[in-house]
């Protein structure tokens, strides 16, 4: 999965976040994106709820993220070294 890194003001919502996060995703993937899942640390959740941590090539990765990975997740966006975290995948690919 590629991973985009962004920066910006830290006192950005997760709404905010989601918004810019969706906007990078569309960019980069066309304007058919589905978000598969997120985390919030400032709130420390995640989506899906309670998705268990699991190992990839080795190693340990957080739910969210392996979720997002065995359904076809082509992009990561980390907004604000990781304080929140966005999943996608092209629309495209469901049809397909």
């Known amino acids: 999965m590629k991973t985009i890194q962004i920066t910006s003001e830290p006192e950005l919502d997760f709404a905010a976040a989601s918004k810019m996060s969706d906007a990078v995703a569309r960019s980069l993937h066309g304007d058919e994106v589905v978000c598969l899942s997120w985390y919030d640390s400032v709130r420390d959740q995640q989506s ?9 090539d080795g190693r340990d ?4 993220i392996g979720y997002a990975q065995s359904r076809g997740g082509q992009l990561r966006v980390v907004v604000n070294d990781g304080t929140f975290v966005f999943c996608y995948r ?3 690919d469901f049809v397909r």
């Open 90 to 92: 092209s629309v495209d």
């Open 61 to 64: 990765v957080p739910g969210y």
């Open 48 to 56: 899906p709820a309670h998705a268990c941590e699991c190992r990839i």
